[in-house]
């Protein structure tokens, strides 16, 4: 008979603690009722409704479209960041770079909407798509940088020194050596700033204007006017999105280990 051990059951406690909210907010998105308050019967028709608020669709499109286009860019800069912190030269210098990114990340959301807000107003740069756009690579390019530097310290430095060796430029040391080797960071970083961004509501709050607005957004002033199920039915379907984003995730950053475990499978085939 297996030892009762409390880490497990801490593990259940605090599964059930995330998830049972979130199984309550899924069951009743199918309640024939309008509120959270009693079950009514199975029903379809919040989903329904979902589907039929063409405004409702269009911004969940809009957030959509924003997340995508503001973490391929962070992606992209952050990356370059990261190389750049990594070949300063001094220590000093990169832990010096490395605090001041990791401040961003610590820092409250509401002083960074602030901000953001002041520098904008002062600029007097109107709000909407581009200042939302900008706030969220500003905030996710740090993400990034954390997601691939540990990659970069991580990788074998012979490596480069081999490729040089052999006339490698740099271009193509960075092309087919250091890319290839630090793309699972980056693709953690994507998909960690994509997930920042579509959920961020603090950010977004300050410096969205009248003609544009985020699913997260809209769901707090919607909900300021009293909770609907089409939100539950609307958080359903965004719960399935982030699983199917969880799950396209593993797919990729396990897809290259498959075939050097059916090389090493080949070997030990050949040399029992």
């Keep these: 008979m297996s030892k009762f051990k409390w880490s497990h059951l801490y593990l259940w406690v605090v599964f059930a ?28 028709s919040h989903y329904q409704e979902l589907f039929g608020d063409a405004h409702l669709l269009e911004i969940v499109l809009d957030t959509l479209v924003l997340a995508l286009l503001s973490s391929t860019l962070a992606t992209a800069i952050g990356t370059m960041g990261a190389l750049w912190i990594d070949r300063q030269p001094r220590e000093l210098t990169k832990n010096v770079l490395l605090s001041l990114n990791n401040i961003l990340l610590v820092s409250p959301d509401v002083i960074i909407g602030a901000s953001f807000l002041i520098l904008f107003t002062a600029l007097g740069f109107s709000l909407g798509f581009v200042s939302v756009l900008l706030a969220h690579i500003a905030f996710s390019i740090p993400i990034v940088v954390l997601m691939v530097l540990p990659r970069l310290r991580e990788m074998n430095q012979s490596l480069i020194a081999a490729a040089r060796d052999l006339g490698a430029n740099s271009w193509q040391v960075l092309s087919q050596i250091v890319l290839p080797v630090i793309f699972p960071g980056i693709l953690a970083g994507f998909f960690m700033a994509f997930t920042y961004s579509l959920d961020d509501f603090a950010v977004t709050f300050f410096v969205t204007g009248n003609g544009f607005t985020t699913l997260s957004v809209e769901i707090y002033s919607r909900a300021r006017q009293g909770v609907s199920l089409e939100i539950n039915a609307l958080s359903t379907m965004m719960f399935l999105v982030s699983l199917l984003l969880v799950l396209c995730y593993y797919l990729i950053a396990l897809r290259p280990k498959k075939p050097a475990a059916a090389r090493r499978r080949r070997q030990r085939e050949v040399n029992p």
């Design 17 to 44: 603690l995330l998830y049972l909210p979130i199984g309550f907010l899924i069951v009743y998105s199918f309640n024939s009722g309008n509120v959270m308050q009693g079950w009514q019967g199975f029903s379809w």
